[in-house]
Each structure stands twice: as structure tokens, then as C-alpha cells.
């Protein structure tokens, strides 16, 4: 499958859903976790320490990790993928058609990139939450901008007492993303219904860099393939585990601002 096909998918659709996953974030410097390039090295450890339980067996712990995993997140940039996928939108919206990017990734990149019809059904790396279950700051509403926790004490001395607390109410905080034991529904900025909602709707869905071992993508293509949507994966490694998928296997930098230009161009 080549850019040429998926563009005329693209020129067909009315309603178009995109969900992207790490290897979108790949081109940008930040390793996939799960894959096999060289930052992948605690493929194994996510699921264990990626979780409620054991944020509430060792806080400490638990931020300790994060913040080594997923505190230098922000420092990146976006990637020719990532733009392209905000050309694609506004090509849709002046088109009067259904657009919706799902990202599962808590990086900022698509924000960054200027991309605004998005679901972030993770969570997200720029900020937090309260966790004691009243406060403002708290789900299933709530969030904290991280720059609003104090983190220095935690930096300099990551023990017990130092733990960053909400300036709200003083309870701990935890970071503001699904964990492998929690659920969609769990807060509201995870719009999991808005992204059903557009899953339902879409006359193609398109996959990036995900390797469909999540959740919403198994939801994703369960949906696509009951409504007999057009469905692409565009992933240089993952090959689709279903034969109905249209497997494009070269980088979304590459592809996508391929087909930004060919849409462009029509
Ligand atoms: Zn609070």
C-alpha cells in the first residue's frame, strides 16, 4: 500500500478518525517503550509499574519512575508526521467533514504541533491530579498543570516527606494518565465517548504507529471492521493483526507529509 491509495481513501471519506500511538513520537526522539529501539529497555516493567497499585503501594516509587520515564517528554518537538496530521484536519474542516485524532501518546507533540480536533485518551505528561477524591484538582473533573506542583523538594530528595502534594488541598498528587489498571471512564479528559462516538461515525480509520496492544485500538478496530470501514496502519515494523487492514510499512514522517501534499494538491 503506497500514500497514492490512502490519499484517495482520505478523498472518499466523509468522516475520518485517526489514532495515533508511540512510533508517531519515534522521528521526535522519544523511544516507544515497546518496541524494539534502543529507549525500549523497560518494555517489561510498564505494566508493573505503570499502575495504580503501585502508586498507592510506594508513591515514591511510583514518582520516582514516572518522572525518570516520562519527565523529559516535554523537552521535544513535533516531527513532519505530526504536522502533517494537523494539515489533514484543516483540509477536513474546510471541507465540512468529521475529523477526530485519538492519540494514546501523553506527550504534548500534537498540541505542539497545532493539531486542536484531539482526544489525548491517556492522559497527559503536562499535568497532574489530586487525589483525594472532593478536591477540584481531582477526577473525575480536575487536573493540575505540572508546573503548578512544586516538584523541588522531590528532585533534590525523593523521600516520603517530600512527595509533591496539591496546592489546592495538600493531599499527594499523581500523575494526570490512564494507568494499565484504570479505566477510560475513570476521567472526563479522557473523552472516551467522544471517541466513540467519532469510532461509530468514521468512513476511515487510520492507525499510526501503534502496535494494537491497547485498548482503544482494539476498540477502534473491532468498530471499523463491523461497520466496514476503510481502515490503514501505517507502522514500519507492526504488521495489522487483521487481513481487512491496509498496511502502509514505512514511517508516518514519511507517509503522512505525503499524503498532506497530495491533498493539497487535489
Ligand atoms: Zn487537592
Redesign the pocket.
Known amino acids: 500500500m503506497t500514500s497514492a491509495s490512502l490519499h484517495q481513501s482520505v478523498q472518499a471519506a466523509d468522516a475520518v478518525v485517526v489514532i495515533t500511538g508511540a512510533g508517531i513520537s519515534l522521528a521526535s526522539g522519544i523511544p516507544t517503550f515497546r518496541g524494539s529501539d534502543p529507549g525500549a529497555v523497560w518494555a517489561t516493567d510498564i505494566t508493573v509499574l505503570g499502575t495504580r497499585r503501585y502508586f498507592e503501594q510506594d508513591p515514591v516509587g511510583s514518582w520516582a519512575w514516572y518522572l525518570d520515564r516520562f519527565g523529559g517528554l516535554l523537552r521535544h518537538e513535533p516531527n513532519p508526521a505530526h504536522h502533517a496530521l494537523v494539515a489533514l484536519e484543516r483540509w477536513a474542516v474546510a471541507r465540512g467533514r468529521a475529523f477526530l485524532l485519538i492519540t494514546q501518546n501523553v506527550d504534548c507533540l500534537h498540541e505542539a504541533a497545532g493539531s486542536t480536533a484531539m482526544v489525548k485518551v491517556h492522559g497527559t505528561a503536562d499535568r497532574a491530579r489530586?487525589v483525594?477524591p472532593n478536591?477540584a484538582?481531582?477526577a473525575p473533573a480536575g487536573s493540575l498543570a505540572m508546573t503548578a506542583v512544586d516538584f523541588s523538594a522531590f528532585t533534590a530528595a525523593p523521600v516520603a516527606e517530600n512527595l509533591p502534594r496539591?496546592p489546592?488541598?495538600g493531599?499527594l498528587v499523581r500523575p494526570h494518565v490512564l494507568w494499565f489498571d484504570e479505566h477510560y471512564t475513570d476521567h472526563l479528559d479522557y473523552q472516551i465517548e467522544r471517541a466513540q462516538r467519532a469510532l461509530q461515525r468514521a468512513r476511515l480509520t487510520i492507525f499510526v504507529g501503534t502496535s494494537f496492544s491497547v485498548g482503544i485500538t482494539e476498540m477502534a478496530l473491532q468498530t471499523a471492521l463491523q461497520r466496514g470501514q476503510g481502515i490503514y496502519s501505517i507502522d514500519p515494523v507492526s504488521r495489522p493483526p487483521h487481513p481487512a487492514v491496509s498496511w502502509i510499512a514505512r514511517p508516518s514522517e514519511e507517509i503522512l507529509p505525503e499524503l498532506a501534499a497530495l491533498l493539497m494538491a487535489s
Do not use: E, N
Open positions: 489530586c483525594a478536591c484538582g481531582a496539591c489546592r488541598c493531599a
